[in-house]
């Protein structure tokens, strides 16, 4: 994270880190890693704990390095620099298959010649040192955990794809890793399956009580199922957090904008105006008043603001009591249903949005395109950032 990136708007409460752990010793560390490919780095210095029983998730578009951060840990590629410690071992020179790890890889890489009951008890036979009744209890406790106990003697090609990626889990968990990665486990699911699928996944990481890395660039998917978060770009980590302080208090303009939906705009700080900090923006005639969660003055090196869609109110009554008030046209809207996203453009190739729930709306009520507008929100509702 450069200088320019850094948080400017002050800490949500008193005491509060973005970039806090828990008090205790982590189960996984990442220290200093770099892995180049050639002149290609893939993975930038990277330092990164992870703590035991924790369901952490890293986040990022394509080509950020968070698969190979993960394959790192699982032994399928060797860091160019930097340690990897699990469980105070340092693991780096450990072969995959004498980790306390396990992976459920994307594409599932079941035996189609096998049963769900041998694919899942493949593992077990092959570390060998159970016997076969220890085995079989283990393959159907699985099974029965993953709630496909009544498929065993089924094929992989008789089942669908949400059964094959439980069939994957198990197979997975039959081992009892101490770490379960998880590579876009749900990427191949329709929606309404994947939705599902993710509260599954949280409630069998539960009840085993194991660490699951998942590596993913769903952020809806990220922001569900994981306590915290590290969010990757450029072989980097831009942002550690749990999921309402990733979103709530982003770091830097890349995290803003890559983490949920917002409005990002320059600005300027001009000064005070009693409690409120006055920033002017581009294309707006007025300035825009900023206020700190905690009252603290907001940092004269601010020069981005960031606010999300919901933190907007959009009317077509001048509203009263905002100190952001604005007037704009409707140029685009996104419905969803249950709730509306209405681009408003204030100036010309000045647009932010807004979000409105549908809920009661009245026919002759509704806001539709170049509609005149107000939109307003609250001073604290805002992030500032240095870029």
């Given at each position: 994270m450069t200088q320019q990136d850094t948080l400017i708007s002050p800490a949500p409460t008193t005491g509060f880190s973005p970039w806090a752990e828990p008090d205790r010793e982590p189960l996984v560390q990442f220290r200093n890693v770099t892995k180049r490919f050639g002149s290609f780095v893939a993975v930038d210095n990277v330092s990164l704990n992870i703590y035991q029983r924790e369901f952490f998730a890293l986040l990022g578009p394509s080509g950020c390095g968070k698969t190979t951060l993960m394959r790192m840990l699982a032994g399928f590629e060797t860091p160019t620099s930097g340690e990897i410690i699990v469980d105070g071992k340092n693991i780096v020179d450990v072969a995959p298959d004498k980790r306390p790890i396990n992976m459920m890889f994307q594409s599932y890489a079941l035996f189609p010649h096998m049963s769900v009951e041998q694919n899942v008890a493949f593992g077990l036979h092959r570390a060998g040192g159970a016997a076969k009744s220890e085995?079989?209890?283990?393959?159907?406790?699985?099974?029965?955990?993953?709630?496909?106990?009544?498929?065993?003697k089924r094929k992989p090609g008789q089942l669908s794809g949400g059964q094959k990626q439980r069939v994957a889990l198990a197979r997975a968990l039959a081992r009892s890793p101490k770490i379960l990665l998880l590579d876009e486990p749900l990427a191949a699911?329709?929606?309404?399956?994947?939705?599902?699928?993710?509260?599954?996944?949280?409630?069998?990481?539960?009840?085993?009580?194991?660490?699951?890395?998942?590596?993913?660039?769903?952020?809806?998917?990220?922001?569900?199922?994981?306590?915290?978060?590290?969010?990757?770009?450029?072989?980097?980590?831009q942002q550690i957090g749990t999921p309402g302080e990733v979103y709530e208090y982003p770091q830097t303009g890349f995290v803003a904008d890559f983490i949920g939906d917002t409005s990002l705009f320059d600005i300027e700080v001009q000064g005070r105006e009693g409690d409120y900090t006055l920033a002017k923006w581009k294309g707006?005639?007025?300035?825009?008043?900023?206020?700190?969660?905690?009252?603290?003055?907001?940092?004269?090196?601010?020069?981005?603001?960031?606010?999300?869609?919901?933190?907007?109110?959009?009317?077509?009554?001048?509203?009263?009591?905002?100190?952001?008030?604005?007037?704009?046209?409707?140029?685009?809207?996104?419905?969803?249903?249950?709730?509306?996203?209405?681009?408003?453009?204030?100036?010309?190739?000045?647009?932010?949005?807004?979000?409105?729930?549908?809920?009661?709306?009245?026919?002759?009520?509704?806001?539709?395109?170049?509609?005149?507008?107000?939109?307003?929100?609250?001073?604290?509702?805002?992030?500032?950032?240095?870029?």
């Open positions: 085995i079989a209890d283990r393959t159907q406790r699985m099974l029965k955990l993953v709630q496909l106990d009544a498929f065993a699911l329709d929606k309404k399956l994947r939705e599902q699928t993710q509260f599954e996944l949280m409630n069998i990481q539960e009840e085993l009580g194991l660490t699951f890395l998942i590596v993913t660039h769903d952020q809806q998917e990220a922001m569900t199922v994981s306590s915290r978060i590290g969010v990757m770009r450029a072989g980097q980590l707006a005639d007025s300035p825009v008043y900023l206020r700190s969660v905690d009252d603290s003055p907001v940092s004269e090196a601010a020069k981005v603001f960031s606010v999300r869609p919901e933190k907007v109110t959009v009317s077509r009554e001048k509203p009263t009591g905002e100190p952001n008030v604005f007037a704009g046209k409707v140029v685009d809207i996104a419905y969803s249903g249950s709730q509306s996203v209405y681009h408003v453009e204030l100036a010309p190739g000045v647009v932010i949005k807004a979000l409105d729930t549908n809920r009661l709306r009245l026919v002759s009520s509704t806001i539709t395109w170049n509609d005149q507008v107000w939109v307003s929100w609250r001073a604290r509702s805002g992030v500032v950032l240095g870029s």
